[in-house]
C-alpha cells in the first residue's frame, strides 16, 4: 500500500473517531419558500415601501408604484382581508409554499379605471435563479372579443449587469402552468373565501409580445370569472422586477404577491468548537485527540518491545 494511501487512511480513521466532518447544506426545494410581507407608510395609500423575507441571504426589497395614465391606487392587504390566496394545490403554492389563509400583509393591490400603471420591485441582493416566484391574481374581463376589455399585465426583469431575463428565462419553472385559477381546489377551509365555496375554472391567456417580456390578460371568453391568476418563477437571477398594469374602464383591480426560497445562499459552516471537558492546553479538540492517540499508540509499542526482549534474554538463558 503506498504510504500516501496509509496516511490518508490514518487520517480519515481518526476523523471518523472523533467526529471531524465536511457540513454540506442543501438548497431549497420546491414548497419551501417564503412570501414577502408589504410595508408603507400608510397601507391604505402605499405607492412605494419595501418588501421583508423570511431569509437574512435576500434581505427584502424596495418597491414603487407610479401612475402612468388614468386613475389609480396602490395599497396593501393581508389575503385573509383581501378573500385571495394560493394553497398548496396551486402551481405557485406547491412551488413556494401555500400563502395564506394568512392575516399577513404579503400582497399589494392596485386599482383603477381605465389605468395604466408601473410596479418595480428593486431587490437588496440578486435573487439567485430558480428562487423567485412572482404571482398576479384577479386578473378580470368582460365578456367582449377584445384584450382591451380585461386586465392585462406585461412582466419584465433585469440581472444585476442589468441585462434583461428572456421571456423563457421569465416562464422559468413554471413553464407549462404558468395560468391557473386559484379556486381551482378542494371545497373546505382552506378554499379562498372569495371563491364563494365553488370551484372556478377559467385561467388567463399568456403571450410573449417580445423576447424579453411575458404579458397576460384575462379571459375574455368570460365575465368577470373570479380566480384569474398567472405566475412566473424565473431561471435566472432577478435584481429588477417590473409589473406593468392596465385596467379597463370598468373599475377593476390586480393582486401582486412574491416569494423566495427560505435559504438561496448556504451558510458559511460554523468551525467546531474545541471540548469543553479538556484542559486549556492550547491545542483543540480534535488535536489533543489526535495527540493522544498517537502516544496511546506509541505506548503500546514501546510494553511489547520491552516485553519481547525479555522473552528473548529468557530463551538465551
Not at 175 to 203: I, K, L, Q, R, Y
Not at 225 to 246: F, H, I, K, Q, R
Not at 273 to 284: A, H, I, M, Q
Request: glycine fraction near 10%; proline fraction near 7%.
Amino acid at each position: 500500500m503506498p504510504r500516501k494511501f496509509v496516511v490518508a487512511v490514518s487520517v480519515s480513521a481518526f476523523a471518523c473517531a472523533l467526529g471531524i466532518g465536511v457540513s454540506s447544506v442543501a438548497l431549497a426545494s420546491p414548497g419551501d419558500g417564503t412570501w414577502g410581507t408589504w410595508s408603507a407608510t400608510n397601507p391604505a395609500d402605499a405607492p412605494s415601501g419595501r418588501i421583508t423575507f423570511g431569509n437574512s441571504s435576500v434581505g427584502g426589497a424596495d418597491y414603487t408604484f407610479v401612475l402612468n395614465s388614468g386613475s389609480s391606487t396602490a395599497s396593501i392587504d393581508a389575503v385573509s382581508s383581501a378573500g385571495e390566496w394560493f394553497t398548496a394545490e396551486t402551481a405557485p403554492g406547491a412551488w413556494a409554499g401555500a400563502n395564506g389563509p394568512s392575516s399577513t400583509d404579503n400582497v399589494l393591490t392596485v386599482s383603477g379605471a381605465a389605468a395604466n400603471a408601473t410596479t418595480t420591485i428593486t431587490f437588496d441582493h440578486p435573487v439567485p435563479a430558480d428562487y423567485l416566484t412572482v404571482v398576479i391574481s384577479d386578473l378580470d374581463s368582460t365578456n367582449a372579443s377584445d384584450p382591451l376589455y380585461s386586465d392585462r399585465v406585461t412582466i419584465t426583469a433585469t440581472t444585476d449587469s442589468g441585462a434583461s431575463l428572456t421571456s423563457s428565462e421569465l416562464q422559468g419553472s413554471a413553464s407549462g402552468s404558468e395560468v391557473f385559477n386559484f379556486c381551482n381546489v378542494t371545497v373546505n377551509a382552506d378554499m379562498p373565501t372569495d371563491c364563494g365555496g365553488s370551484v372556478a375554472t377559467a385561467v388567463p391567456v399568456m403571450q410573449t409580445p417580445s423576447a424579453t417580456s411575458v404579458y397576460f390578460f384575462g379571459n375574455i371568453a368570460v365575465s368577470s370569472e373570479v380566480g384569474n391568476s398567472a405566475w412566473l418563477a424565473p431561471s435566472a437571477e432577478v435584481t429588477t422586477l417590473t409589473v406593468v398594469w392596465s385596467s379597463y374602464a370598468v373599475l377593476s383591480d390586480v393582486r401582486l404577491a412574491v416569494a423566495v426560497a427560505q435559504d438561496p445562499t448556504p451558510p458559511t459552516p460554523t468551525p467546531t468548537p474545541p471540548s469543553p471537558n479538556l484542559p486549556d492546553t492550547g491545542v483543540n479538540a480534535p488535536t489533543a485527540g489526535i495527540v493522544a492517540a498517537g502516544a496511546l499508540g506509541a505506548g503500546v509499542i514501546g510494553v511489547l518491545i520491552v516485553e519481547m526482549r525479555r522473552r528473548l534474554r529468557s530463551s538465551r538463558g
